[in-house]
């Protein structure tokens, strides 16, 4: 069964501090790696998506990243309008369209 | 483009009462998706239809809760009867193709009391 664990569970940053998220998966075979922000009260938002090792994508302040295990989301001098839930979910292949979710890393960014 | 619209976004009713989620997905998009999400649990896939066509639901937790989608504009969500263990945020999504990213509504808080 595909398991995804998300690390840390939260973080507290200041503005301008960089970190970064961990999303760790286990899958027979990964069709895709998919990062969500939710802010409260609101669906999830689309962010990135990886399909194979080693690929990268950059949004803004944003840059995930992925290796055979886990994904990467680090965030480079985060903002307060940063703070948000940040969710990853796999894709398998055998699975279709199924999406397996994080339980995800809410992040507070102080002013 | 308008994006997954849900309604309502909150419900609150009582113990055994019919409740109805309804979606209305992106226009062109093919897919449809059904989520739940607790503190608990996080956010878990229900059901998802592919052309108005159901193709997994193995997400559905009992026979209380069923999902159609009559055409490709719209579906529901139904639970019958409700119980307080229903109380969670339900989300709905739309994909439009296998390879694309799902793209979520704000979903219907529904409390059961």
């Known amino acids: 069964e595909d398991q995804v664990t998300q690390s840390p569970e939260a973080l507290r940053l200041q503005e301008g501090e960089s970190s970064s998220l961990n999303c760790s998966y286990t899958?027979?075979?990964?069709?895709?790696l998919f990062w969500y922000r939710q802010d409260p009260g609101k669906g999830p938002e689309f962010l990135f998506t990886l399909y194979s090792a080693g690929e990268e994508k950059e949004k803004e302040r944003l840059k995930a990243t992925l290796t055979k295990k886990e994904s990467f989301l680090h965030i480079t001098a985060p903002k307060p309008e940063d703070s948000a839930t940040y969710l990853c979910?796999?894709?398998?292949?055998?699975?279709?369209?199924?999406?397996?979710f994080g339980e995800g890393t809410q992040l507070t960014v102080n002013p | 483009d308008a994006g997954v619209i849900q309604s309502p976004r909150h419900e609150v009713t009582e113990m055994g009462q019919e409740v109805t989620l309804r979606c209305k997905p992106i226009?062109?998009?093919?897919?449809l998706f059904w989520y739940r999400q607790t503190m608990m649990r996080g956010l878990e896939l229900l059901i998802y239809?592919?052309?108005?066509?159901?193709?997994?639901d193995s997400g559905m937790p009992e026979d209380r809760f069923s999902a159609k989608m009559p055409n490709a504009s719209f579906s529901t969500l139904k639970i019958q009867p409700s119980e307080p263990r229903d109380s969670a945020v339900y989300f709905c999504?739309?994909?439009?193709?296998?390879?694309?990213?799902?793209?979520f509504g704000d979903g219907t808080r529904l409390s059961i009391l």
């Open positions: 979910a796999v894709q398998e292949d055998t699975s279709g369209s199924r999406l397996t």
């Open positions: 999504a739309s994909q439009q193709q296998w390879n694309q990213p799902q793209h």
């Open positions: 899958v027979s075979g990964l069709r895709g």
């Open positions: 226009s062109g998009h093919d897919y």
């Open positions: 239809f592919n052309n108005n066509v159901p193709i997994d």
